[in-house]
């Protein structure tokens, strides 16, 4: 039987690829390589520890490490940002 997939476990693990190929690309601007590094082996770490993770545990982990999320999301992506950190976004009409 599996378990059903969490979207925002996806939508972490999607921030975090995006980081890397911007890292590795050279299109990140930031040059505090180091604390994004740190920041990625943290949400990582938690992934690989929580495989089957809910939206609950996967919301409550960013909200608490805001700042290591912050670091993580691109800039360009404010509402990936958003829907790590918040309970819900209004929906578009």
Known sequence: MQRPSSALRHTLQG????R???LRNGRSQRKDYDRIRA???RAEVFLNGYPFATDEQVRAYC???VGDIALI???NQPRVLARLI???LKQAR
């Open 15 to 18: 921030a975090i690829n995006s």
């Open 20 to 22: 890397h190929a911007a």
């Open 39 to 41: 920041a990625i082996g």
């Open 63 to 65: 909200t608490a490490n």
């Open 73 to 75: 999301v691109p800039g």
């Open 86 to 88: 918040n309970e819900k």
